[in-house]
């Protein structure tokens, strides 16, 4: 627990009676009980445990990148929002979560301080032998959860992959269920006119994340949107290219409020669609046959 309140987890924590630890109510002031919770990080568990842990349970794998985020972002951002999306999730519906990988696909912000990146055939091997591993042991449903725009090409190709080999492999992306008229309603017009990159809205998701490591008073607003075409092309800028400050849009405009309601819908909406793969015979999550 750090210093303000928060649990590691950046989640706020009621403090608890030694009778409600005895019983195995509630940590982290949520509502999972600490032996379904015991058996829900891979990497907490004994051998003996996984093997009862992962049966039937859909694997959520975190992943995300190690990458300039601003001067007002850790460099963690993405791989801990993917992380403590799905550390959310596991408080609603029973999963398996496995250890996060930190590092993904960010040369283009090779500019900036920090930022380290693996070539996207390593990426995507890597994760290929992640699963086929998790394979071997009975897995067939995974969830990669991803932090990370630059990974999401290379996800795409393992997840069809996979499906060749028998096993379901979604990748699930927090920003994919905030459309913009969500955007405008959460932050208002201004802060939603352009997202992409430690702009309002991922500002937003880090106050109410991991506050702990904000540093919103470093935050530049810069009005240019995402690696912008020259007429229709795509010229493969690096970010350093279009912004000084690493960022685009207005995260002086991020409020803590918004970022309670994007992660609220995020979570949701990943335990939704674990629960839609949960619901499939697994043979309709993988390639059917010739036709007849
Ligand atoms: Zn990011």
Not at 133 to 162: C, D, P, W
Request: aromatic residues 8%; negative net charge; charged residues 20%.
């Amino acid at each position: 627990m750090s210093e303000d309140g928060l649990s590691e987890d950046g989640l706020s924590e009621d403090a608890l009676s030694e009778d409600e630890l005895a019983e195995g109510a509630l940590l982290h002031g949520a509502t999972y009980l600490v032996g379904y919770r015991a058996m829900t990080r891979l990497r907490e568990l004994t051998w003996p445990e996984a093997r009862e842990a992962l049966r039937d349970r859909v694997v959520l794998l975190p992943v995300g990148s190690v990458e300039q985020h601003g001067r007002h972002m850790p460099l963690a951002t993405d791989h801990i929002t993917a992380e403590r999306i799905a550390f959310l999730a596991e408080e609603r519906h029973p999963v398996v979560i496995a250890p996060t990988l930190a590092y993904g696909i960010s040369p283009h912000h090779r500019q900036f301080w920090g930022t380290c990146w693996v070539r996207s055939e390593l990426f995507r091997d890597f994760m290929l032998d992640i699963v086929r591993s998790l394979k071997s042991h009975g897995v067939m449903r995974v969830v990669v959860v991803n932090g990370h725009g630059g990974n999401s090409a290379a996800l795409s190709e393992v997840g069809q992959t996979l499906r060749q080999e028998g096993v379901s492999l979604a990748v699930y992306e927090w920003w994919r269920g905030i459309d913009d008229e969500f955007s405008r309603q959460i932050l208002g017009e201004a802060a939603a006119a352009i997202t992409g990159h430690a702009c309002a809205l991922e500002t937003s998701v880090g106050l109410q994340l991991f506050p702990e490591w904000m540093k919103p008073e470093a935050a530049v607003d810069v009005p240019v949107g995402w690696a912008p075409p020259v007429h229709g092309g795509q010229v493969h800028f690096d970010t350093v290219d279009f912004t000084e400050h690493g960022n685009v849009g207005f995260p002086t405009l991020a409020r803590r409020e918004a970022g309670v309601a994007v992660v609220e819908r995020a979570v949701s909406n990943l335990v939704a669609l674990v629960r839609w793969i949960e619901s499939r015979p697994l043979s309709e999550l993988l390639a059917r046959p010739h036709l007849g």
